[in-house]
């Protein structure tokens, strides 16, 4: 079992609708987690840290279950620019481990 | 205010060669992290360094090599290469070993033939 996994996708979303992805991780000593959002050929750009209770930035609200070990992210009133791959991180202690992203199109 | 920045943007070698890619790291930065992303795959961590050392090590064999300058710049070597090392190199930067905000720069992007 891969320690950080993803759907990769693709999610093919009409533009306005609401639409949320899950990370499983499995190691339960994971201390910290994140999302990051990456265009094509682009580097990854930071797009949210995770707490326990949860935080919300706009559009986007992200959780952490630790009981069963995923974090979800949720993105309302999609827009076709946030067409990417979103990418999950989870900070294990000695290093940072990242999914293989899930790919998100948003159809206009 | 600078970002991470990475050279070069594109690179071509053939198997057995050997590579050097760059990283300045965002300024007030001094731990700079590579990582490797091949194709469809999330970034693996391949090291991190910090204070000139090499202070964390993923699972990558001895061909990947690294260094930091006292200016927190610091260089990726890569010997031997194969063709399953191309892929795009991802340099970030944090402000301290143990800040997880992590700045990335826009990567190389190596193809070996």
């Known amino acids: 079992r891969k320690e950080v996994e993803q759907d990769p996708g693709p999610f093919n979303v009409p533009e306005g609708a609401t639409v949320a992805f899950n990370c499983t991780y499995s190691?339960?000593?994971?201390?910290?987690f994140f999302w990051y959002r990456q265009d094509c050929r682009k580097e990854p750009k930071l797009l949210m840290s995770?707490?326990?209770s949860g935080n919300e930035d706009g559009r986007f609200t992200a959780q952490l279950n630790r009981a069963s070990q995923y974090i979800s992210l949720l993105i309302r009133d999609s827009k076709l620019s946030d067409s990417a791959t979103y990418l999950c991180a989870v900070n294990r202690g000695d290093k940072i481990i990242f999914g293989k992203g899930t790919r998100l199109h948003i159809l206009p | 205010d600078a970002g991470v920045t990475q050279s070069p943007t594109h690179l071509i070698k053939t198997r057995g060669q050997q590579v050097t890619l760059r990283c300045s790291p965002k300024?007030?930065?001094?731990?700079v992290s590579w990582y490797q992303q091949a194709l469809g795959q999330g970034p693996q961590f391949i090291f991190q360094y910090y204070e000139e050392e090499e202070r964390q090590r993923g699972n990558f064999p001895d061909r990947f090599s690294g260094h930091q300058f006292p200016n927190y710049s610091s260089e990726l070597n890569v010997n031997a290469l194969l063709l399953g090392d191309s892929a795009l190199y991802l340099c970030?930067?944090?402000?301290?070993?143990?800040?997880?905000?992590?700045?990335f720069g826009p990567g190389t992007r190596l193809l070996v033939l």
């Open positions: 190691n339960s000593a994971s201390q910290s």
């Open positions: 970030a930067s944090t402000s301290t070993p143990y800040q997880e905000t992590q700045y």
């Open positions: 995770v707490y326990s």
């Open positions: 300024s007030g930065h001094d731990t």
